[in-house]
């Protein structure tokens, strides 16, 4: 076992810890480094968070957007590029009140996801409720996995 001295009494450092910290630490930098990247300029506030699944007949997407309408957010399919774009409004200000932290985001967000395979443009629906926005983009006919079973001849 470890053994680390502060002062005049040993502290026993437990590895266990040490570990979890470090996995934290790594799972802080991937979350860092895969989120959308930042606007070069000032326009978008932030990235909500998406998760995109794939099943056998279409793509779903589902963004996160708490505080919004479905009047905030725009939705558009291009050449396979899904574009959800929105705006968080900043509730009323209130000028005698002393923020000591502020962590929420308001402003402008733009998410542009490529969609690997082609997709029915005239099937895609986009719904959203409590704060979640999904979209469903059902797969083009030949896209969608087959089985064709081949004869074997002599």
Do not use: C, H, W
Not at 12 to 36: G, S, W
Not at 39 to 67: H, M, W, Y
């Amino acid at each position: 076992m470890l053994e680390r001295f502060r002062g005049n009494k040993p502290a026993v450092a437990n590895p266990f810890r040490e570990l979890l910290t470090f996995q934290e630490e790594i799972n802080k930098l991937f979350d860092d480094f895969f989120r959308a990247p930042k606007a070069l300029d000032d326009t978008v506030a932030f990235a909500p968070d998406i998760d995109i699944a794939e099943t056998k007949d279409a793509f779903i997407v589902k963004a996160d957007l708490p505080g919004m309408t479905e009047k905030d957010i725009e939705v558009s399919l291009t050449n396979n590029i899904l574009t959800i774009k929105g705006e968080r409004k900043e509730e009323k200000e209130e000028k005698d009140k002393n923020y000591f932290r502020k962590e929420r985001v308001f402003g402008t967000f733009l998410r542009e996801i490529q969609i690997p395979k082609r997709v029915q443009t005239d099937k895609v629906k986009a719904k959203f409720k409590n704060g979640v926005l999904e979209i469903e983009l059902p797969k083009a006919e030949e896209e969608k996995e087959k089985t064709v079973k081949i004869e074997v001849e002599k």
